[in-house]
Every structure is written in structure tokens, then in C-alpha cells.
């Protein structure tokens, strides 16, 4: 400002650049209703390794497998009682590596809905054979011998069997693109297998194996379907088609060696 500034004006001059500066001030400090702040490079690291972290849906799938391969066969290599008190587990572990698996998915609801009715139909089937075959185990006779052989023997062997291929058909629906991008093929490979021999000395033992021949089909259907619709990968899919089409070769094998397909107890081999 000159000398021949008046201190009128010098105090306009003086308000008007103290009100530019605040407004220049403010506005660098404010940002649009609804924008997030950017997240720190420390920030996004730490996302990105809790991310990384995070059990994967191959890891699940094996869980979910190991879990069926151990308490489907455990309890009757255990004896009894023994083998009754394991079997308790039994449906806490499936269900509980089942909904892992799911959350891992981000399933849609569709699968969620599909995984729930499998779970709660594997739940009262596993809970029907412990009872009956408790009962059972201590030498009914007459009529009471004849209806624990059918909810041991048929029944629940039945609906604990849907109840298990219905979680396969849920993990399967949830599957996404964005979800099974970086599988380890060698972890799918294990699961398949594990669950391919539980299926098929659960199938074989409990006799529902045409349930599980007819399931095959559907399976290896359904991933042959997907894969000429759109080409896009669909690894958990092939893996639960790998592992049925495994059991119905291994009961194959079995039919052939026996000349039918007896359950393993009545050749003596548990």
C-alpha cells in the first residue's frame, strides 16, 4: 500500500484478503458430504495383510473335507462306546468348517439359504443315526429291533447324505470370480480326494451309493455345463465334481472285487 492509500482503504484492502485466505483455508480443509477421507499407506497395508491372512475358500474346502474324513470314520474304527461320544463332534465340525467356507465366498443369498437347509438336514440325519444306532448297539429284539434298524440303517443314512451333498451344491453356487482368484490347485486336489474316499466308504457302509452315483451325474454335469457356457475357471466346482466322480469310481472298483456292493462290516473288514 502507497502513501496515498487513505486508512479507509487500507482497511477494506486489509478485510477483503483476511476473507480470501480464511475461505481459501476452509475450503482446503472441507470435502464433499460422503467422501472418505484416503486411507494412509499404513492403513492400506494393514488392510491388505488381514485380507491376505484371511483363511482362503481352498483352505476352507479342505477343512470341510478333513472334518467329513475323520468324523465319518473315526467313530466306527473307535468301537463303542467311544465311537458314540466322537460322533457327537461330528455335525458341530461340518457345520462349522461349512460356514467358513461360505463366509469366505461372500455366497449370495441364494447359496446361503441352499447352505443353510443342507446344514440343518446333515444336523438331524447325523443326530437320527447316533440315537437309533445307540439303541440299536444294545440288542433290541422284535419290533423295536425293526425301527432302529430303519432310522439307524435307512433313514438317516438318507438325509444325512443329502444334507452333505447339498452343502457341496451351496459352496458350489456361491462361487465367484472374485472370490477362488489365487486357489492353490494342490489344496482342491486334496480336498476332492478326501472327500471322494469319504464318500465313498460313508456310501458304501451306510448304502445309499445309487444316491451317490446319481449325484455324480449332476455334478460332472453341472461343471461341464459351466465351463461351455463361459470358460471362466470354476475350481470349487470342479473339485466337488472330481471328488463324487471319485467315489463312484472307488465303489466301481469295490462292486467289481466283491461281485455287488456289500457294506464293509458284512465282509468283516470293521
Request: proline letters at 6%; charged letters at 15%; hydrophobic letters at 50%.
Amino acid at each position: 500500500m502507497d502513501k496515498w492509500t487513505t486508512p479507509v482503504e487500507r482497511s477494506a484492502i486489509i478485510a477483503r484478503v483476511t476473507d480470501r485466505a480464511s475461505t481459501l483455508a476452509g475450503g482446503a480443509g472441507r470435502r464433499p458430504v460422503g467422501e472418505r477421507a484416503p486411507e494412509s499407506a499404513a492403513a492400506s497395508r494393514a488392510t491388505g495383510e488381514r485380507a491376505s491372512a484371511a483363511p482362503r475358500p481352498d483352505r476352507w474346502l479342505l477343512a470341510f473335507a478333513a472334518s467329513v474324513f475323520v468324523f465319518h470314520q473315526l467313530p466306527a474304527l473307535a468301537g463303542e462306546p467311544a465311537g458314540d461320544v466322537i460322533d457327537l463332534f461330528t455335525p458341530l465340525f461340518v457345520a462349522a468348517t461349512s460356514a467358513g467356507l461360505l463366509l469366505s465366498l461372500g455366497a449370495p443369498r441364494p447359496a446361503v439359504v441352499l447352505g443353510l437347509l443342507a446344514a440343518l438336514l446333515y444336523v438331524h440325519g447325523q443326530g437320527v443315526h447316533l440315537a437309533a444306532n445307540s439303541i440299536h448297539n444294545e440288542g433290541p429284539v422284535g419290533s423295536v429291533e425293526k425301527v432302529a434298524y430303519f432310522w439307524d440303517e435307512r433313514f438317516s443314512h438318507i438325509e444325512a447324505l443329502l444334507g452333505w451333498l447339498g452343502l457341496l451344491g451351496a459352496f458350489c453356487l456361491g462361487e465367484s470370480a472374485s472370490a477362488v482368484a489365487g486357489l492353490r490347485r494342490d489344496v482342491l486336489v486334496g480336498a476332492a480326494a478326501l472327500l471322494g474316499w469319504t464318500f465313498f466308504t460313508s456310501t458304501v457302509e451306510g448304502q445309499t451309493w445309487p444316491l451317490q452315483i446319481a449325484a455324480a451325474a449332476f455334478f460332472v454335469g453341472w461343471a461341464l455345463r459351466a465351463r461351455r457356457a463361459d470358460g471362466a475357471p470354476r475350481p470349487l466346482l470342479s473339485a466337488c465334481a472330481a471328488a463324487v466322480a471319485i467315489s463312484v469310481l472307488l465303489i466301481g472298483v469295490w462292486a467289481l472285487s466283491q461281485g455287488g456292493v456289500p457294506e464293509f462290516s458284512d465282509t468283516g473288514i470293521i
